[in-house]
C-alpha cells in the first residue's frame, strides 16, 4: 500500500495495473475541462469563428461585392476588433495580428505590412516617449506642477482659482506627453494637496460637505484636463497621431497634417472644451463658502516646502527643458503655412516631424548629466519603460488602413453608404462625434479611431465632402471618454484615488461631452476650414 496516495498494491496477477477507478484523475479530467470552458476562450475563439462565417459568406456571395480579396479583408477586420473590444488576447499581442493575417489571407506581402509598423509617425512616437520618460526621471513635472499651482494658490483661498491651477497645469503637461502618462505623473501632485484637508471623522457638518466636493473637482478635473490637454497637439494622445496616419496612407499625394497644423486646430478646440470643463466643475463642486472652510488647511506656505524639497534646478534638469524647448520650436516651423515654409523645406520636404523627435531624443544619449563621471541624461536602461503598447496599436490602425484601401473594401463601403448623399453636414457632424464618444466608453480610444476613421472616410465620399470634416470630429470624439472609470486608463487612474463614484463621472461627464460636440460642430466647419483646407479639393478622392 502507498501511504501517499492511499492506493492498495496487490501480489496478484489477475489484479489491474491501474485502478479501475481513479476518483483522483476523474476530478482532474473535470477541472480541466473546466478551465477551458471558460469566458476568456470562449472570446478567443469568437474572432476566427467570425473571420470563418465571413469568409463563408463571400464564398456563398461568389465574391461579388467587391472580390475575394475585400471579403478577405472584412474577415480579418472582424478577427481583429473582436479581440480589440473583448480583449481575450492582450491588445498588443493583437495589434501585431495583421503582420501573419493579411499575408495569410492574401491581402498584402508580409514586407509592406512591416512598412506600417514603422514611418514618420511612428518615429514622432518614439522621440516623444523617450522625452517624456526623461522629463519623469528628473522630477521636472512635478516642479513645474507645484510652480504653477503656487502661481494659482491666494491668500484667502478660491477653490475656483485654485482648481484653475490644477486643471491648468494637467492639460499643459498633457499637451506634450500621452495624456495617460500625464494623468499618472499629476494625480500624485494633486492628491498631495488634498492630503492637507482633515480627515472624515474630524470634520464638521459644512466642513465635510465642502471638502468632499473640492476633493471631487481636483480628481475629476485632473482626469478630464488630461484628456481635453491631449487634444491640442499629436503628441498628447494616439489618436491624434492614428489619424494623421490614416491621413497621410488614404491621401498620400494630399498635404499631410504637420504638428504645427494640428495645433493651429487642436489648441483652440481644447481651449473651449477646458473651459467648458472648468465651468462645470466650479459649478458643480466649488459652492459659495467653500474658500473660507478650506483656507485653514490649504496654503501657500505648504506648496512652498513642497517646492523647497525639490532643490534648485540642476544641469539635467535644464538641458532637459532646454531639448524639449527646441523640440517644440522644430515642431511648430517645420511647416508653417503654404506661403511662409519653414526649415522644412531647406531639405525638400524630405524631413518630418519625426524626424526632429528622434533627433532631439538622440542628444540626450550624448550631453552629460553632470551628476557622474561618463554618464548621460538617457541611457537604455531608462527607455525599457517606453508604452510599446501604444506603437503596437498605432502600426496596427496604419496597417489596417492600407489594407482596407488595397483590398476595395472601401469601394464595398462607399456603395453601401449611398444613402447618406443627400444628409447635410451639421447632421451627419454631431452624430460621427457621439458614436466615437459611445464607442470609446467600452474599448480603447485608439481602438475606437481605428474602427471609425476608414468608414467615416467612406462616408465623406458619399456625401461629396471632404474627408477631414469627418474625420476629425470622428478622432476627436473618441477621446470624449467621460463617463465610465473603464473608458481609459486615466478615468482608472482617478478612479482608484477613492475620492469619485461612478455617478459623479455621469454628473460631469454628460454635460462635458454635450460641450465637446457642440464646439467640434462649430469649429470644425470654421476655423478648420482654414487650418485645414477643406474648402479644396483632396487628390484622388471625388
Known sequence: MNEDSGTVYSDDPRTPLLP?????????????????????????LLGPLLCGIVCLCGKLNGGGGGGNSSWNMLAVLVWIFSWWLTEAVPMPITSMSPLFLFPLFGISSADDVARSYMDDVISLVLGSFILALAVEHYNIHRRLALNVTLLFCRDPLNPSLLLL??????????????????????????????????????????????????????????????????????????????LVGMWKSYFPEARPISFSTWFFFGFPLALVIF?????????????????????????????????????PMAFAEKMILGVFSMLIVLWMTRNITDDTPGWGSLFDGRVGDGTASVLMATLLFIIPNKKQQGEKLMDWKKCKEIPWNII????????????VRSSGLTDVLSGMLEFLEAAPYWAIAPAVSLVSGTITEFTSNNAAT????????QIAKTMHSHPLLLMVPGAIGAQFAFLLPTGTPSNIVG???????????????I????????????????????????????????
Not at 458643480?284 to 488647511?297: D, E, F, N, T
Not at 496604419?398 to 489594407?403: E, L
Not at 481605428?450 to 472616410?457: A, E, K, N, R, S
Open 165 to 242: 491651477g490644477i486643471c491648468a497645469t494637467t492639460a499643459f503637461v498633457s499637451m506634450w506627453m500621452h495624456n495617460v502618462a500625464a494623468a499618472v505623473m499629476m494625480m500624485p501632485v494633486a492628491t498631495g494637496i488634498l492630503q492637507r484637508l482633515p480627515p472624515p471623522g474630524s470634520r464638521s457638518t459644512l466642513e465635510k460637505i465642502h471638502v468632499t466636493k473640492f476633493c471631487k473637482a481636483v480628481v475629476l478635473g485632473v482626469i478630464y484636463s488630461a484628456a481635453v490637454g491631449g487634444m491640442s497637439t499629436l503628441t498628447g494622445t494616439g489618436v491624434n497621431l492614428i
Open 392 to 403: 503596437l496599436l498605432l502600426g496596427a490602425g496604419f496597417a489596417i488602413a492600407d489594407g
Open 495 to 509: 478612479f482608484t484615488t477613492g475620492h469619485i463614484e461612478i455617478k459623479d463621472m455621469l454628473t460631469t461627464g
Open 20 to 44: 479501475l477507478h481513479d476518483p483522483i484523475r476523474g476530478k482532474w479530467s473535470f477541472n480541466s475541462v473546466k478551465s477551458i470552458l471558460t469566458l476568456n476562450n470562449f472570446f478567443i
Open 275 to 311: 473651459m467648458a470643463l472648468w465651468t462645470i466643475l466650479c459649478l458643480l463642486y466649488c459652492k459659495r463658502g467653500s474658500g473660507q472652510a478650506l483656507s485653514a488647511y490649504l496654503d501657500r506656505g505648504h506648496l512652498k516646502r513642497e517646492l523647497d524639497l525639490l532643490g
Open 511 to 542: 454635460p462635458l461631452k454635450v460641450a465637446g460636440v457642440l464646439a467640434l460642430t462649430v469649429l470644425m466647419p470654421t476655423l478648420g476650414a482654414r487650418v485645414f483646407g477643406t474648402d479644396k479639393l483632396v487628390p484622388n478622392f471625388q
Open 450 to 457: 481605428t474602427l471609425v476613421i476608414p468608414l467615416l472616410i
